[in-house]
């Protein structure tokens, strides 16, 4: 399974071209996969963190939506290759214990911490946690 970054979520749903084949090709083959019923679930995943980050962004003026976040959010939600992760409290507890190698935001910690203990691949862009080796990646 995957775990989008939120750029990677926000990208892939609202200007695909913005993630690089590689990335593009593994989301599209692991919706594929859920599509073709293998048991496995949805194919891709992003962290209830990355609703925060989307509805902050918006709320700062930093990122235009054609919709709402609430209406975003809730049109995502209708998607059945999609799972929203909750931050519980192994995710919250790994995050402060991952090391320097990985810059201190917190949200990215977290999403960093939920594809570590659930065993995902993250797409990311974010060069950071690509160079920190903490999980598999693909960008």
Known sequence: MLLLDTHA?????????ALSGPARAAVEEA????????GGGP???????SV???????HRGRLELTMTPARWLKECEK????????????VALRSVSLGPALHPDPADRMIVAT???RGFTLVTK????????LVPTIW
């Open 9 to 17: 979520w926000i990208w892939w749903l609202a200007q695909p071209a």
């Open 31 to 38: 919706i594929g996969s859920a599509a073709g019923g293998s």
């Open 43 to 49: 194919g891709v995943a992003i962290s209830s963190i």
């Open 52 to 58: 925060w980050e989307l509805a902050t962004l918006v």
């Open 79 to 90: 998607l059945p290759f999609l799972v929203i992760l909750p931050v519980d409290a192994q």
């Open 115 to 117: 594809a570590l203990l």
């Open 126 to 133: 974010d060069r950071r946690i690509r160079q920190a080796g």
